[in-house]
């Protein structure tokens, strides 16, 4: 059950980009696509949650025991940026085809904040479950990470089929590009604050 609430918490109530507004800048321009959108959802997802296991694991035994939280956004961008990095070249040797289908979106997420916004979540966010609050354990840090890189894709994918349907219609001149796009996200974020009062 308590999974299931992080889960549910993570994806629709404070979903990373229309409820905390981390991650614009790619969700707006690579979004125009579905195609663009579902693989930029992917590499996302994939990198959101192994750099949350990282840099957990980083915090809880390295920043903490020693008295370096003061260093954590430092360390976790650092870490990031490696790991995204190491990714690349791993993919590039074991699985070429999967490195050409990711193509740009690697070195995109590298500058993506709603990766590093997500790893310090984990390390800041109390979880309150059965009336007492406690810091996310590495299950509930893992749970919570894909969860988040899950709300991620499904409103990349949602507003990727928005903007292709709108490229087919007749928009005003003065909403087309940018200002429609902007309007579509904000009735989305008002659509999904109605999942608000499940958890």
Do not use: D, W
């Not at 008295?67 to 990031?80: D, P």
Request: glycine share 8%; net charge positive.
């Amino acid at each position: 059950m308590e999974f299931l609430l992080i889960i549910i918490s993570a994806i629709f109530v404070n979903n990373i980009v229309l409820a905390q507004f981390l991650g614009i800048c790619p969700f707006l321009g690579v979004s125009n696509k579905l195609s663009t959108a579902s693989g930029m959802s992917l590499a996302v997802c994939f990198v959101i949650t192994l750099a949350t296991v990282v840099t957990y694991l980083i915090n809880k035994f390295l920043l903490v025991p020693f008295g370096l939280t003061f260093l954590q956004t430092i360390a976790f961008i650092l870490v990031i940026a490696a790991l995204v990095q190491t990714v690349e070249i791993v993919l590039k040797k074991v699985s070429p085809s999967l490195y050409q289908a990711l193509g740009i979106f690697l070195p995109l997420i590298t500058t993506n904040c709603a990766v590093l916004g997500v790893a310090i979540n984990v390390v800041t966010k109390e979880f309150t479950f059965g009336g007492a609050a406690h810091m996310m354990g590495l299950g509930e840090a893992v749970v919570y990470a894909f969860a988040t890189s899950l709300g991620y894709g499904l409103a990349m994918v949602l507003f990727a089929g928005i903007r292709e349907h709108l490229a087919m219609n007749e928009v005003p001149k003065a909403f087309r590009g940018l200002p429609i796009a902007l309007i579509s996200v904000g009735i989305m974020a008002l659509a999904f604050l109605g999942f608000s009062g499940i958890v």
